[in-house]
């Protein structure tokens, strides 16, 4: 990647300041998303200085619901993967804390956007909101602009030919409902968990399929059951495969896990971070009689992941 990730507002060189940036949460980097990055891009050519996007880690929601189920749609390292993608320069991965929350909508203009980050232009969504109690709305940002420095964009919400709004909730909807093709369609690319490999009970090894095994402590939990999957390995070369993500009624854990078995594949990936995508959804999680039967299953199942990944 050749993007720069900075992690804080405080302290910044004179050079890590001065972009036209985009701001908000962007988990997920949907296409509703890169329309405001899209907006902060216009504004950094014109300028001529360099595009950033601004975003928080952890999230805000995170903060303020400790205990709220896991909702993220992707990691920090996703995240600059995919505005690296779009040609982002930086990414401004801000610490969301009790500091940050404290700030007052004058005081995050001024103190984060205007003085900590020294930006040109900020381009936000129709519907974001800043400072404490999110009292801040993009018109109330666009005076601030006004007197601190910086000119601000807003971008219209963006609707889908059917005319549903292409957000994160959107996304997490049709994941949970096993709707990777819509999924898929918002994000402009399958959802994908990024997790080390773990060692598991090895039972699949007993029947011929062994699996690369993930925890996805943090991610949102798309519909259980079996996938068909791209899985992109550390040294690049991305392997089909098929994909149990749940809990596994016939030998029931606590906590979801992603695991999957790579076709053709046999090499230890324990200890290494890959990243697999859910490409299509074969279905839901079931109870088998014993290991024959499950067999049985898994062969027919990678049959039809094969057939879905052509």
Avoid: C
């Amino acid at each position: 990647m050749t993007i720069e990730v900075i992690r804080d507002w405080r302290g910044l060189t004179e050079a890590q300041k001065g972009a036209a940036v985009a701001v908000g949460a962007f988990d997920g980097v949907h296409h509703g998303h890169q329309a405001v990055i899209a907006g902060a891009r216009e504004a950094a050519q014109h300028l001529g200085v360099p595009l950033g996007v601004v975003s928080f880690h952890p999230h805000p929601r995170r903060l303020f619901q400790p205990d709220v189920a896991p909702f993220a749609l992707m990691t920090p390292d996703q995240m600059a993967r995919a505005l690296d993608e779009l040609g982002v320069d930086r990414l401004y991965l801000l610490p969301f804390d009790r500091d940050m929350a404290g700030l007052t909508d004058e005081a995050f203009a001024r103190q984060v956007l205007a003085e900590g980050l020294g930006i040109k232009h900020a381009a936000v969504g129709f519907d974001f909101t800043f400072g404490k109690g999110r009292s801040g709305s993009p018109d109330l940002l666009t005076q601030y602009g006004q007197s601190l420095g910086f000119t601000v964009s807003v971008t219209e919400r963006k609707d889908d030919s059917d005319g549903l709004k292409l957000s994160s909730s959107a996304v997490r909807e049709a994941l949970k409902a096993g709707d990777m093709a819509r999924a898929t369609a918002i994000l402009g690319r399958p959802f994908a968990i990024s997790g080390e490999v773990i060692h598991g009970d090895k039972r699949g090894r007993t029947i011929g399929v062994p699996t690369a095994n993930i925890a996805m402590p943090n991610y949102m939990r798309p519909a259980y059951g079996v996938y068909a999957t791209r899985t992109r390995l550390p040294d690049g070369r991305v392997i089909d495969g098929v994909a149990n993500l749940g809990v596994r009624p016939m030998y029931e854990i606590e906590d979801p896990l992603l695991e999957v078995w790579l076709f053709d594949f046999n090499e230890s990936l324990y200890g290494q971070t890959v990243e697999t995508e859910l490409v299509a959804f074969l279905r839901g999680e079931m109870k088998f009689d014993d290991l024959d039967a499950l067999k049985v299953q898994i062969d027919a199942d990678a049959k039809a992941a094969k057939a879905a990944l052509v």
